[in-house]
């Protein structure tokens, strides 16, 4: 019989003795602190029906596209993983059968995040004993679903099982935040706050633009057959937002740019959309002068503005068309951020009342243009590696290419950026442990003493995130 499976208590920690005796003790300082997930993407309604995850593959597979894109490589669909049915193929309705296919493709996962998260969730979060295989997949499944089945395992026990201080959910710009006010009526007003998203009324190209407008009117009850009545619906939606709680709000444009329009250009083009005339170049040129008017915004109501670009949103159409956003295998592009951001932080930079949180996938943009960008302006905030880059050995790059022009004040801290609520614990432990080896790292070539690094790895868990999504 095979040793029970665990998982190595330093895990992620360097591997030369020296430095990771410094690093568990730095890691060992923030381990327990209190989870701040201020960018993230766990559904609100789950928080407010706190109702049962139903069944381990609705919990782990399904909603999970790092895990379901990498089982379609190997040449799985996403019919077959219960994501949705096709003209040639039908949806998987079966969920232990959805699972065997994810334990079957277990080994797929070695050498990426995923598998650290997944681990982490099964071993410390269940106690399964038994690595995931075609073999063990049933056992799992039914220890796994016994657990989710228990009243100690809804949403909200979990966020003080998980030591989750405040959560922030993701929410279209028309959302009627009933959710929100069902929980603050609850209690959980101040842990569980809602984020601003409004990327589909930014983009006039989009398919379903119109539609969305129309949402967008009847959230605010403002006339939204303007474009100045469009501005003012957004604003109207901000300021329930700000009542509701929230922090922050969320841009997950291609590009950066924040370039703005005069008036009556913007106006000219806002009408051109309504006509259904807009064009490609016309449409773009709008997103990058909304990105600005939602910054002016922000320099009003306080709302942080989170910025990441750079994604090639549903590369293969056929996914998308049948199952919709999100499903289409999104993909990283080349970001240019210096000349992009450049309209924003000339004019709202040194604002005291702006600020912003800029992400990448785009490695080669840290040191270069991020790093120069977020040590010299007091409102931008270089945020956490995420999405391809939350890996243990992308984070040391970013310490490594950032840190040394932006210093650790200039960051936002973690994020975990996720809608696998059963990840969040996994993902901030990664962070935490890929941290302490890096202070390590500098603790043992006497550039930080002991202390700092102490201060510091507290600073990068707990109170930069904090501190870069107070309101103010």
Same mark, same amino acid.
């Given at each position: 019989m095979s040793e029970p499976w665990t998982l190595h208590?330093?895990?992620a920690l360097p591997a030369d003795p020296a430095t990771r005796d410094l690093a568990r003790e730095i890691y060992a300082a923030t381990k327990d602190l209190p989870l701040v997930s201020m960018h993230g993407h766990v559904?609100?309604? $789950?928080?407010?029906? !706190?109702?049962?995850?139903?069944?381990?593959?609705?919990?782990?597979?399904?909603? @999970? &596209?790092?895990?379901?894109?990498?089982?379609?490589?190997?040449?799985?669909?996403?019919? *077959?993983?219960?994501?949705?049915?096709?003209?040639?193929?039908?949806?998987?309705? @079966? /969920?232990?059968e959805i699972w065997r296919r994810f334990c079957a493709g277990w080994k797929h996962f070695r050498g990426t995040p995923t598998r650290y998260w997944l681990e982490h969730e099964l071993v410390e979060i269940f106690g399964v004993t038994q690595r995931p295989s075609a073999e063990t997949a049933d056992a799992i499944y039914d220890q796994v679903a016994a657990r989710i089945a228990e009243p100690d395992f809804r949403p909200r026990a979990l966020l003080d099982r998980f030591r989750i201080e405040v959560i922030a959910t993701t929410d279209p710009a028309w959302a009627t935040l009933d959710d929100h006010a069902k929980l603050a009526a609850d209690g959980y007003g101040e842990r569980?706050?809602?984020?601003?998203?409004?990327? /589909?009324?930014?983009?006039? !190209?989009?398919p379903t633009w119109r539609e969305d407008l129309e949402r967008l009117a009847a959230a605010s009850g403002v006339d939204v057959s303007s474009?100045?009545?469009?501005?003012?619906? %957004?604003?109207?939606?901000?300021?329930?937002?700000?009542?509701?709680?929230?922090?922050?709000?969320? &841009?997950?444009?291609?590009?950066a740019d924040t370039t703005p329009l005069d008036d009556a250009e913007a106006r000219r083009v806002f009408d051109a959309a309504l006509a259904g005339t807009v064009t490609a170049a016309e449409a773009q040129?709008?997103?990058?002068?909304?990105?600005?008017?939602?910054?002016?915004?922000?320099?009003?109501?306080?709302?942080?503005?989170?910025?990441? /670009?750079?994604?090639?949103?549903?590369?293969?159409?056929?996914?998308?068309?049948?199952?919709?956003?999100?499903?289409?295998?999104?993909?990283?592009?080349?970001?240019?951020?210096? *000349?992009? %951001?450049?309209?924003? %932080? @000339?004019?709202?930079?040194? &604002?005291? *009342?702006?600020?912003m949180i800029a992400f990448t996938? !785009?490695? !080669?943009?840290?040191?270069?243009?991020?790093?120069?960008?977020?040590?010299?302006?007091?409102?931008?905030?270089l945020?956490?590696? $995420? $999405?391809?880059? @939350?890996? /243990?050995?992308?984070?040391?790059?970013?310490?490594?290419?950032?840190?040394?022009?932006?210093?650790?004040?200039n960051m936002s801290g973690f994020v975990d950026d996720t809608r696998a609520f059963c990840s969040i614990p996994a993902r901030h432990d990664l962070a935490r442990r890929v941290d302490a080896g890096y202070l390590a790292r500098l603790v043992a070539e006497h550039r930080l003493d002991l202390d700092e690094a102490l201060d510091t790895a507290v600073d990068l868990a707990y109170r930069l995130p904090l501190a870069a999504y107070e309101r103010r």
């Open positions: 208590p330093d895990r559904p609100v309604e $789950w928080f407010a029906q !706190d109702t049962s995850f139903g069944d381990p593959a609705q919990l782990f597979v399904v909603p @999970d &596209h790092y895990l379901t894109r990498m089982l379609v490589s190997q040449g799985e669909t996403l019919p *077959r993983l219960g994501v949705g049915s096709t003209a040639d193929e039908a949806v998987e309705t @079966d /969920p232990r569980v706050l809602p984020t601003f998203r409004p990327d /589909p009324l930014l983009h006039p !190209d989009r474009y100045d009545g469009y501005l003012e619906a %957004l604003r109207t939606q901000r300021e329930r937002f700000v009542a509701a709680g929230a922090r922050a709000t969320d &841009h997950g444009h291609l590009f040129a709008f997103s990058g002068h909304m990105l600005f008017q939602m910054a002016a915004m922000s320099a009003e109501d306080g709302l942080v503005m989170q910025l990441h /670009p750079g994604v090639l949103r549903d590369h293969a159409s056929a996914p998308f068309a049948a199952f919709g956003p999100d499903k289409g295998y999104d993909i990283p592009v080349v970001t240019e951020f210096t *000349r992009s %951001l450049r309209p924003v %932080l @000339d004019a709202f930079g040194h &604002h005291p *009342r702006f600020r996938v !785009d490695e !080669d943009v840290y040191s270069r243009e991020l790093a120069p960008l977020a040590g010299v302006y007091p409102a931008l905030r945020g956490a590696p $995420w $999405w391809f880059l @939350d890996a /243990p050995d992308a984070m040391r790059r970013f310490r490594e290419a950032a840190t040394e022009t932006a210093g650790f004040s």
